[in-house]
């Protein structure tokens, strides 16, 4: 039996969010692609923030947690938060691009090499 080739357009990128870092084999087409945006805030309450030695708050972004903030965030807040993302996500549809960062796409290739072994 004779097997045909199918060309099928893609219409959706995968995404992955993961807290390490992922490894897999890649190739510059995947480094290519890829993004990373590596996130180092940390929301803790005071006695956590008291507990961490000075070399784990070293380069992180710590934050103070506020327990209360789903309780205020009320349907005007949300409303409010809604308007201020409107234009850039009408910006998005219309133009069909996404302005993504440089430090971004290279964090994705730094992975890339790192799990090239």
Same mark, same amino acid.
């Given at each position: !039996?004779?097997?045909? *080739?199918?060309? %099928? =357009? /893609?219409?959706?990128? #995968?995404?992955?969010?993961?807290? +390490? /870092?992922?490894? #897999?084999?890649?190739?510059?087409?995947?480094?290519?692609?890829?993004?990373?945006?590596? /996130?180092?805030?940390?929301?803790?309450? $005071? @006695? @956590?923030?008291?507990? !961490?030695? &000075?070399? @784990?708050?070293?380069?992180?972004?710590?934050?103070? =947690?506020?327990? &209360? !903030?789903?309780?205020? #965030?009320?349907? =005007?807040? =949300?409303?409010?938060?809604?308007? !201020? /993302? *409107? +234009?850039?996500?009408?910006?998005?549809? @219309?133009?069909?691009? *996404?302005?993504?960062?440089?430090?971004?796409?290279?964090? #994705?290739? $730094?992975? %890339?090499?790192?799990? $090239? %072994?």
């Amino acid at each position: !039996m004779e097997q045909q *080739l199918h060309a %099928v =357009k /893609l219409h959706t990128k #995968f995404a992955l969010l993961s807290n +390490p /870092l992922p490894k #897999f084999e890649g190739d510059n087409g995947i480094a290519r692609r890829g993004n990373c945006a590596e /996130l180092k805030n940390q929301f803790k309450t $005071d @006695e @956590e923030i008291k507990r !961490m030695t &000075d070399r @784990e708050k070293l380069g992180s972004k710590i934050y103070k =947690k506020d327990p &209360d !903030m789903i309780q205020r #965030f009320d349907e =005007k807040k =949300k409303l409010a938060y809604i308007n !201020m /993302l *409107l +234009p850039y996500a009408k910006s998005f549809y @219309e133009n069909k691009s *996404l302005y993504i960062p440089a430090c971004i796409k290279q964090a #994705f290739t $730094d992975i %890339v090499d790192e799990n $090239d %072994v």
